[in-house]
């Protein structure tokens, strides 16, 4: 009893443990990746590489602010006004995807989203409340000039009202 082989005691033949299998499963990755790989490598990267200056998306110039336009000078006032929107619009996107993270992790993490989504939510409320403070009461087809005479009342106020936070 004590001495004889039963067929417990070897180790069952597996095709996943197969040299073979293996062998011939590996020769088809390398037959498939083989070709993939060459044409990234000598193709994709080099052209990746010569066109570093070339962006997806229109780049334009930082034009110079309201503040630094003459009082008549209407093409720098316009052109201020098109940086202006496009600023805010990349900041509303911004606020935008932060809120939409937000939202997401809260629902994933369910009741203990609150204390685990700590930092996003923290991060939304400063980008929001940083947001209102630059954009915030401004009419949508107003530009450049109503903000700076809005960041030039707030200037004001907070030096006449030094104890009083606003954020």
Known sequence: MGGEDSDHSKPAKSSITDLKIQNIAYGLFRAVDGPVTYFRENVVVPLQRRN?????????????????????????????????????????????????RMIECLSWEGPDGHYKCRKLQEEYETAATNWFIKYGDIRTHKGSIEAYMKQKHRLIWERQHPDIKLH
């Open 52 to 100: 570093t200056e070339k962006f997806y998306h229109r780049r334009f110039k930082r034009v110079p602010t309201v503040d630094q336009c003459d009082f008549e000078d209407a093409v720098c006032i316009y052109e201020a006004d098109q940086q202006f929107f496009r600023d805010k619009q990349v900041d509303s996107n911004i606020v935008k995807f932060l809120r939409q």
